[in-house]
């Protein structure tokens, strides 16, 4: 059982560039998260969804997109990457409840 | 919306102590309250979970406590182990709309 997959785990982009993080999970679970991880500050959510094909905006939403097809994935899409969007992030799953389980990150630094 | 204020932000103590985190919330209408231990390149993990019709909660060395009417909650750890050195999380959440808000973090150190 994998539970929350995320790739890449470490990647640097250039300012301007578009990239995708990934988020697998295998637990059929309905809720997925993402969550931005800066030194000090927490985790901030970014974007969640209740299902596929249902998104909505968490706290810090500016400068990323998201989509969710299937249960299973939900990518988190960086446009016209900025140096501020240099963080941690941390895809999460829950079956509810308000319980989530975390992936292992993707370190982003963008130059 | 909710905002959960998390202190000290470092705690060092000796192996064998206890350690106390503490953590504050706005929301009179949080009803969960998980708490994180998230270790150097790891994702967060929970560790323990509290809701509002309880007031504490135990797991072995550790335990968490909510005062709703302060709206505070705590998480104790007994007779500390080194292994129990990592950041750790209190978050707050209304599970009718599934969205944890975090605090900031304390990171923990537990000196042999």
């Known amino acids: 059982n994998a539970g929350v997959t995320q790739t890449p785990k470490f990647r640097i982009l250039k300012i301007g560039q578009s990239m995708t993080l990934q988020c697998a999970q295998d637990?059929?679970?309905?809720?997925m998260y993402w969550y931005r991880q800066d030194p000090g500050m927490g985790l901030k959510l970014i974007y969640y969804?209740?299902?596929?094909?249902?998104?909505d905006k968490g706290e810090v939403p500016n400068g990323y997109n998201v989509s969710r097809s299937t249960t299973e994935d939900f990518p988190l899409r960086l446009e016209l990457a900025a140096p501020s969007q240099t963080s941690v992030y941390f895809c999460?799953?829950?079956?509810?409840?308000?319980?989530?389980?975390f992936g292992q990150g993707t370190r982003l630094t963008v130059v | 919306g909710e905002n959960v204020e998390q202190h000290p932000s470092t705690l060092s103590v000796q192996e064998g102590d206890s350690a106390v985190i503490k953590c504050t919330y706005s929301?009179?209408?949080?009803?969960?309250f998980p708490w994180y231990k998230q270790e150097l390149g790891k994702g967060p993990q929970l560790i323990i979970d509290?809701?509002?019709?309880?007031g504490e909660k135990k797991d072995q060395r550790i335990a968490v406590t909510l005062n709703k009417t302060a709206k505070h909650f705590s998480l104790h750890i007994t007779e500390t182990q080194p292994e129990d050195s990592a950041v750790y999380f209190c978050a707050a959440s209304n599970t009718g709309f599934q969205k944890l808000v975090f605090g900031t973090g304390t990171r923990l150190l537990v000196s042999p």
């Open positions: 929301d009179s209408a949080s009803n969960y």
């Open positions: 999460a799953s829950s079956p509810g409840m308000g319980i989530a389980f």
């Open positions: 509290i809701r509002s019709n309880v």
């Open positions: 637990m059929n679970h309905n809720y």
């Open positions: 969804s209740v299902g596929a094909g249902i998104t």
